[in-house]
């Protein structure tokens, strides 16, 4: 999906929510634990009750990889159940040295690989440019590189100060931001920042106008919606909010997925009424 089909999902949809797909076997309702696929029977009731609310699926490759080839299967079948019109994140979080960085992007964006494609892959900045190039290499396929995580631990690297000659100093995260934006255009490079780190939202939106921004953290981690939305947003959209378990598991029970529904649709209509405001 290319950058100007995205922002017009965003307009036409009126929203920006990616819903994570974290599908935990050990967290599905009972009911479902008989089938032979449960979690790809979760993930397609999830994706029917939200694809209307949703511009963007994040299945966390984690919660897939844990469950073995049967998981890997499960990914797949979801994969292929998402609708064309919304955007595919392989929340992989890779990066390695080049030639092994080449074949975690085929894995991701090379259908006759390992039978996936997704739109995107979520990518480690640590080990440098020869680490990414190998993900840009796919026309029309997406990096989305950790700039500012939502968690603790973001302070333990991602705040450090670094020397920047006669212009001071800057943190880590900007030095990312600002480097890896010579690597890509907007076009196929978008950052990953909490929603949980507002406070440096505006400065890391000055750093990159127009790139769009993967902003988990709201929900189960606490962010605000409203804070990411006035900080954010773009003339384009700009966003992709993630929101995972407390879409997916908002009821334990039959309705999961009308709860999941509500869920998403509450994001949704506080996205409209800012998506208002902007254009
Ligand atoms: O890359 C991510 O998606 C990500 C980056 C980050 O800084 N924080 C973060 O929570 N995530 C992911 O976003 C999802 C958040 O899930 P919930 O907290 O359940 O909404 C998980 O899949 C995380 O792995």
Redesign the pocket.
Same mark, same amino acid.
């Given at each position: 999906m290319t950058y100007s089909e995205l922002s017009d999902q965003i307009f036409q949809k009126q929203s920006y929510l990616c819903v %994570?797909l974290?599908t935990d076997p050990r967290k599905l309702p009972s009911h479902l634990r008989t089938e032979t696929d449960p979690v790809f029977t979760f993930n397609k009731a999830i994706i029917d009750a939200t694809a209307d609310l949703a511009v963007a699926y +994040?299945p @966390?490759i984690?919660?897939y990889e844990a469950q073995g080839p049967a998981g890997w299967e499960s990914l797949q079948k979801t994969l292929d159940y998402i609708p064309e019109n919304c955007f595919t /994140?392989a929340?992989a +979080?890779r990066g390695d040295i080049g030639n092994t960085s080449d074949l975690y992007a085929r894995t991701f964006f090379d259908l006759t690989a390992a039978g996936l494609s997704f739109d995107s892959v $979520?990518v480690a900045p640590y080990m440098g440019s020869d680490s990414v190039l190998p993900f840009l290499a796919y026309d029309g396929k997406w990096v /989305?590189l *950790?700039a *500012? $995580? =939502? @968690?603790p631990g973001?302070a333990d690297f991602q705040r450090q100060q670094l020397q920047r000659g006669p212009l001071g100093h800057q943190a880590l995260f900007e030095a990312v931001i600002r480097t890896a934006q010579t690597w890509a255009t907007p076009d196929q490079l978008m950052f990953?920042?909490?929603a949980t780190q507002t406070n440096e939202l505006e400065q890391i939106r000055k750093l990159a106008p127009d790139n769009f921004l *993967?902003v988990?953290?709201? %929900?189960?981690?606490g962010g605000s919606l409203d804070d990411v939305s006035r900080l954010g947003l773009t003339k384009s959209g700009g966003l992709l909010v993630?929101? =995972?378990? =407390? /879409?997916?598991y908002a009821s334990s029970g039959t309705d999961f997925a009308e709860r999941a529904k509500d869920e998403a649709k509450q994001l949704q209509q506080e996205m409209a009424q800012h998506l208002s405001s902007i254009r």
């Open positions: %994570g974290d +994040k @966390n984690a919660f /994140i929340d +979080k $979520t /989305i *950790l *500012l $995580t =939502s @968690n973001s990953v920042v909490g *993967l988990p953290g709201v %929900g189960a981690q993630n929101a =995972s378990r =407390s /879409i997916l």
